[in-house]
């Protein structure tokens, strides 16, 4: 938690906060207000249109995130960013919840509108969406704003599923902690930049099909089922849990699957 620097010693969170992760939720769902108003202001259909596009989207997709947020805090006990890293000495959530991990990526890519979830900005649809009417020092703000939610979403996906700062020789070497954690949010943004140049765009309508009928459900199961487990074995953490999460992913993953081939899987009717 800090290192000396000087014969000082010095924190490395900015605040330490017991409510973190319920802090983090609300803060982001404050974005939606941005993009509406933008887009409204704008007096422009197509601006209109993306930002009506864009709150649906991140509302949509804000439920199953929630969800995979409460993934470590329930195996962590804890909504403290800090006690959550610290809980994954030895054993990262990954391990525990490859799936939990692949749901939070999805609905923070649907969060942040990048690719394949950037409809609000459809080029062949909506010019430049609720970007349209802006230029100089506003669209800087607005493209700032979304690249800098990227390496926040990327942060919290470090330090709820990859050990935060931990690794190897942290505890003899506290420097190494924030190196290891810039290593974990670079590999997460090349990660999301990488899907942006290699999957097409949804459409929209198949986009919000899979947000509500296939994300969420398969993320509330996700979240019961691993309950279950922490209430049946109290004691067990770590390595422990290994085997019991294992069967839960492994349960969630056919579950997926299936609300796959059910919800977008059929022919729909096109106007």
Same mark, same amino acid.
């Given at each position: 938690?800090?290192?000396?620097?000087?014969?000082?010693?010095?924190?490395?969170?900015?605040?330490?906060?017991?409510?973190?992760?319920?802090?983090?939720?609300?803060?982001?769902?404050?974005?939606?207000?941005?993009?509406?108003?933008?887009?409204?202001?704008?007096?422009?259909?197509?601006?209109?249109?993306?930002?009506?596009?864009?709150?649906?989207?991140?509302?949509?997709?804000?439920? &199953?995130?929630?969800?995979? @947020?409460?993934?470590?805090? #329930? /195996? *962590?006990?804890?909504?403290?960013? =800090?006690?959550? $890293?610290?809980?994954?000495q030895g054993f990262w959530y990954i391990l525990l919840q490859?799936?939990?991990?692949?749901?939070?990526?999805?609905?923070?890519?649907?969060?942040?509108?990048?690719?394949?979830?950037?409809?609000?900005?459809?080029?062949?649809?909506?010019?430049?969406?609720?970007?349209?009417?802006?230029?100089?020092?506003?669209?800087?703000?607005?493209?700032?704003?979304?690249?800098?939610?990227?390496?926040?979403?990327?942060?919290?996906?470090?330090?709820?599923?990859?050990?935060?700062?931990?690794?190897?020789?942290?505890?003899?070497?506290?420097?190494?902690?924030?190196?290891?954690?810039?290593?974990?949010?670079?590999?997460?943004?090349?990660?999301?930049?990488?899907?942006? &140049?290699?999957?097409?765009? @949804?459409?929209?309508?198949? #986009? /919000? *099909?899979?947000?509500?009928?296939? =994300?969420?459900? $398969?993320?509330?199961?996700?979240?019961?089922?691993?309950?279950?487990?922490?209430?049946?074995?109290?004691?067990?953490?770590?390595?422990?849990?290994?085997?019991?999460?294992?069967?839960?992913?492994?349960?969630?993953f056919v579950l997926a699957l299936a609300l796959l081939s059910m919800g977008l899987g059929g022919?729909?009717?096109?106007?």
């Amino acid at each position: 938690e800090t290192v000396t620097i000087f014969g000082r010693q010095v924190s490395l969170a900015l605040a330490n906060i017991n409510v973190g992760v319920l802090y983090i939720m609300a803060v982001a769902s404050i974005a939606v207000y941005g993009i509406v108003l933008a887009g409204w202001s704008s007096n422009n259909k197509y601006a209109m249109m993306g930002g009506l596009r864009a709150s649906a989207q991140m509302i949509s997709y804000e439920l &199953a995130l929630g969800l995979a @947020f409460a993934l470590p805090v #329930l /195996m *962590a006990g804890s909504m403290n960013l =800090l006690e959550i $890293v610290q809980a994954q000495q030895g054993f990262w959530y990954i391990l525990l919840q490859p799936v939990g991990f692949v749901i939070f990526i999805i609905a923070s890519l649907a969060e942040v509108n990048r690719s394949p979830f950037d409809m609000p900005e459809a080029e062949q649809e909506l010019t430049a969406g609720y970007h349209t009417e802006y230029s100089g020092m506003k669209f800087a703000l607005f493209y700032m704003g979304e690249y800098i939610k990227m390496i926040a979403v990327s942060a919290f996906a470090a330090s709820f599923f990859l050990g935060g700062y931990s690794g190897p020789g942290v505890e003899s070497h506290p420097w190494l902690g924030p190196l290891y954690l810039l290593l974990k949010i670079v590999a997460v943004l090349f990660w999301m930049i990488w899907m942006r &140049a290699t999957l097409p765009r @949804f459409r929209y309508d198949r #986009l /919000m *099909a899979f947000g509500w009928k296939v =994300l969420f459900p $398969v993320a509330l199961a996700d979240v019961l089922l691993t309950a279950v487990v922490l209430v049946l074995m109290p004691q067990a953490a770590g390595a422990a849990l290994f085997l019991p999460l294992l069967v839960v992913n492994a349960v969630v993953f056919v579950l997926a699957l299936a609300l796959l081939s059910m919800g977008l899987g059929g022919k729909q009717n096109v106007a």
